[in-house]
Every structure is written in C-alpha cells, then in structure tokens.
C-alpha cells in the first residue's frame, strides 16, 4: 500500500515539474518574441531593406508576440497549470496594444 502512495506521489510530482517546464518555456519564448519585436520597431527603414519588407517583418514581429502572449495567458488559466503558474507566481502578460 505504502508504494502506491509513493507512485502516486511521484506522479503528480512529474506532472507538476512538466506543467512548470511548459510554462517557464512560454514565458522565456514570450520574453524572445517581445524583445525582437522591439527591435524590429527600432530597426531605421533604411537598413538595406525595402520598406515593404521592414514593415512586413514588423508586422509579423508584432503578430508573433500577441499569438504568444495568448498562447501564455490561456495556458495560465487551465487547470492544474494555474495552480502551478499561483505557486510561482506567473503572472498573466498584457497585449502589444494595451
């Protein structure tokens, strides 16, 4: 009886550590995509490219980050990785726009 506590334990022990791993790699992934959105916006149009084309990659930068920042938020929402995300204190992440 005592090694079925154990195993169950040890489970949700691993399945705590994969939920916190998926979270910390959404929120590191999140962190990337803000920061090369920002550079895009910095990036001088005349850096060699065609407007269209800086606009574009700016364009894509920004619409990266808001897929990313929604992917983030909802994973924070589900049950039980909004236990996790409480524990260590993930907090939700605000849109470009807001």
Do not use: C, H
């Not at 803000?34 to 364009?59: F, H, I, Y």
């Not at 236990?83 to 939700?92: C, N």
Request: aromatic fraction near 10%; charge should be positive.
């Amino acid at each position: 009886m005592l090694w079925i506590i154990i195993w169950i334990a040890g489970a949700i022990a691993m399945y705590g550590a994969i939920i916190y791993n998926r979270l910390e790699r959404l929120r590191q992934q999140l962190s990337n995509s803000r920061a090369d959105m920002e550079m895009q916006v910095k990036l001088p149009a005349g850096g060699g490219d065609a407007p269209e084309t800086a606009e574009n990659k700016t364009a894509a930068a920004k619409k990266f980050f808001a897929d990313t920042t929604r992917e983030y938020n909802a994973e924070l929402q589900k049950f039980p990785a909004s236990l996790i995300a409480r524990m260590f204190k993930f907090e939700t992440e605000k849109l470009a726009g807001e």
